[in-house]
């Protein structure tokens, strides 16, 4: 290093990081992206990398950790957005945030799919972020949920069917979503109503 | 090996059946080697003749299942002619082999135990990939039937439809029975109060 660089506070640089790990997992597959891209993204040196993650598996962990986290908090801002009381308004900034942290979700699952490489996933952190995943999964339903119980009680939605399934539904919705499968407009109107022709409904 | 007129690949049958049992009853972290060749009543050498490895025997097994799910499913909604019917057909096999799902659900939440084992945990994934492929396919067929049959919308795309009800069926596995009745009904009715355009056949089918 020619130059000391202007030393910054831990949680920019932490940042920086986990910004220059979102661009390049999202861009190149997982096994090709080395500690030392991202290093050279952020332009520090890649022992700096490391003091911030032990691992290439622990700074992939913790970008897609970040990223389901600003999920949440996209949602809960737009779910409070006295703008968006219609159900369909909340369900159209629901999709907006899936799609736009869709990348996060489609990499996990390519890594899960692609195998491990042998030696290079510790079972402890892969069942330790998995833990975490599902606690991030009931909060995404508990929303959900919400968003439900209160469009029944506007009369916007059916009166007799479970709130809590109901936002397991739009979950599903929600995952073949950020996996390109279904179109939003089509899952939409299979919420709103039904696959059904009239004639056959009931 | 003892003369007992089975083939190795009925052996393998066999074993695999029993394997079922063990998975379904006990999860797959838990259970060992030692304990399916017990249940099956064979050496534990003999049991690693047919299978290296508890993930292999997992992975044949899954496979195994999930053929069978689906020539169930291909029958069973062969004989139903409404549409409404053959969605209602899904719930039998769906929990029947509500097991083996919740135990791969587990088996895929802790991947990273299967570490040393990637070339059979990509067999695995790829048979799940072919069981979510052949699934769409079946679903994608009996939509565009149900469409020639003027039974449900024509202008939502059937691959997109299909999808969708795979990605019902394989979550009844983690949320459970309910989910099927709310995630049918969804499907079929939607979920906005009776609206104006709908109300007229509702009123129709009240006065009956």
Redesign the interface.
């Known amino acids: 290093m020619e130059k000391a660089k202007e030393r910054k506070p831990a949680e920019v640089r932490k940042f920086e990081i986990l910004h220059a790990a979102y661009e390049l997992f999202t861009e190149k597959d997982y096994h090709v992206v080395s500690m030392d891209d991202v290093a050279a993204k952020v332009g520090i040196s890649k022992a700096a990398v490391y003091l911030y993650f032990s691992s290439k598996l622990e700074l992939f962990f913790g970008m897609i950790d970040q990223g389901v986290d600003r999920l949440i908090a996209g949602l809960e801002e737009a779910f409070d957005d006295p703008d968006n009381s219609e159900l369909e308004k909340k369900l159209d900034a629901a999709n907006a945030a899936l799609q736009h942290y869709a990348p996060i979700f489609r990499v996990t699952q390519q890594l899960?799919?692609?195998?491990?490489?042998?030696?290079d996933?510790?079972?402890?952190?892969?069942?330790q972020f998995?833990r975490k995943m599902?606690g991030r999964r009931s909060k995404l339903q508990e929303l959900f949920n919400n968003v439900?119980t209160i469009a029944q009680q506007n009369?916007?939605?059916?009166s007799d069917?479970?709130t809590t399934?109901?936002a397991?539904?739009f979950?599903?919705?929600g995952?073949?979503m950020t996996r390109s499968?279904?179109?939003y407009e089509?899952?939409k109107?299979?919420?709103?109503?039904?696959?059904?022709?009239?004639?056959?409904?009931? | 090996m003892k003369h007992t007129g089975l083939s190795a690949v009925d052996h393998r049958f066999g074993i695999v059946n029993t394997a079922r049992d063990v998975f379904y009853s006990r999860g797959y972290h838990s259970v060992s080697m030692e304990d399916i060749a017990a249940k099956a009543g064979v050496s534990k050498t003999s049991l690693y003749n047919y299978f290296s490895s508890k993930l292999e025997l997992f992975a044949f097994m899954m496979k195994h299942t999930a053929d069978r799910m689906l020539e169930e499913i291909e029958v069973l909604v062969a004989s139903q002619d409404?549409?409404?019917d053959k969605i209602e057909a899904l719930r039998r096999p769906m929990l029947e082999h509500f097991p083996a799902m919740v135990v791969w659900s587990k088996v895929?939440?802790?991947?990273?135990?299967?570490?040393?084992q990637?070339?059979v945990?990509?067999i695995l994934?790829k048979h799940m990939?072919d069981l979510r492929r052949k699934t769409v396919e079946l679903f994608v067929s009996m939509i565009d039937e149900a469409k020639d049959a003027?039974?449900?919308?024509t202008e939502?795309?059937s691959v997109?439809?299909a999808?969708?009800l795979a990605?019902?069926a394989s979550?009844v596995a983690v949320?459970g029975v309910?989910?099927f009745?709310?995630?049918k009904?969804?499907?079929?009715?939607?979920?906005?109060?009776?609206s104006d355009?709908?109300s007229e056949?509702?009123s129709k089918?009240d006065a009956r």
């Open positions: 899960m799919s692609s195998g491990m490489p042998d030696n996933f510790p079972p402890q952190l892969v069942a998995m599902h439900f009369g916007e939605v059916r069917l479970n399934e109901l397991t539904v979950g599903v919705y995952m073949l499968e279904v179109s089509t899952a109107e299979i919420l709103f109503h039904g696959i059904l022709t009239s004639q056959e409904k009931r | 409404l549409f409404e895929a939440d802790n991947a990273g135990l299967a570490q040393g990637s070339r945990w990509r994934m990939r003027g039974q449900i919308r939502l795309s997109y439809l999808q969708m990605g019902f979550e949320f309910d989910y009745n709310t995630a009904e969804v499907f079929l009715c939607g979920t906005r109060q009776i355009e709908r056949y509702f089918e």
